[in-house]
């Protein structure tokens, strides 16, 4: 399967702790992005690259995040002193840029608990 | 902004039952229209998409989607369910050159045997 891969699936972890999620996109995908999923919502972007340029952030995404992909391939997701507001699910999607009729392939996400 | 509005949260229909999801969106450009399928504790499937062309969309799972532009609407429709669609749906839209998909909040469809 050639899909869209994050680690880990789960994590609990506790208040003021630092977290990392990892995103693995389709291989020839040159676009990844990351959204929050909490309870009862859909998914809210968060932020997205091109190859390796971080080119767009939400307003959600607050100072304790940070992302990076540094070889334009796989992303990382940075969460810093871990708040109870956090706990969501974190979803990764790639694209391949077709000129504006691309398609978001997503992963399985990463569940988040704050303790 | 662009919004997307899923008018139910809760769709509950008897296996072998047709069903519809509703979507509405708002974009004052050209948009590109999405419904993705989410089982529990899973990420999120494309079922199908709405570029451009013929406004009757098919995806997978015997689902299909209509767009229409006067209403600015995408409903989702399937003829007859089965136990195994039971999952949320989720439209979403973007605007061609804009790369954020903004979604709806969802509609959890639970098939009843």
């Known amino acids: 399967d050639t899909g869209v891969s994050q680690n880990p699936r789960h994590k609990i972890t506790k208040r003021g702790q630092n977290v990392t999620f990892r995103c693995d996109p389709i291989?020839?995908?040159?676009?990844l992005y990351w959204y929050r999923q909490t309870l009862g919502q859909g998914p809210e972007f968060l932020t997205y690259f091109q190859n390796e340029a971080q080119l767009e952030k939400s307003r959600l995404l607050s100072d304790r995040f940070s992302a990076e992909r540094p070889k334009g391939s796989f992303s990382t997701l940075e969460i810093q002193r871990t708040e109870q507001g956090d706990s969501a699910m974190y979803l990764c999607?790639?694209?391949?840029?077709?000129?504006?009729?691309?398609?978001?392939?997503f992963g399985p996400g990463t569940r988040l608990l704050v303790l | 902004a662009q919004s997307v509005t899923q008018l139910d949260s809760q769709v509950p229909v008897f296996e072998e039952a047709p069903v519809e999801l509703r979507c509405n969106y708002s974009s004052s450009v050209s948009v590109y229209l999405f419904w993705y399928v989410q089982y529990p504790n899973q990420g999120l499937q494309l079922l199908l998409k709405y570029l451009s062309g013929s406004t009757l969309v098919k995806g997978i799972n015997g689902f299909e989607a209509e767009f229409n532009k006067s209403q600015t609407s995408f409903h989702l429709r399937k003829p007859s369910v089965h136990i195994s669609d039971t999952a949320e749906y989720f439209c979403a839209a973007n605007s061609g050159g804009y790369q954020k998909v903004t979604f709806g909040i969802g509609t959890k469809l639970q098939v009843i045997p």
């Open positions: 999607a790639s694209s391949k840029n077709q000129g504006g009729s691309e398609t978001q392939y």
């Open positions: 291989s020839e995908h040159n676009r």
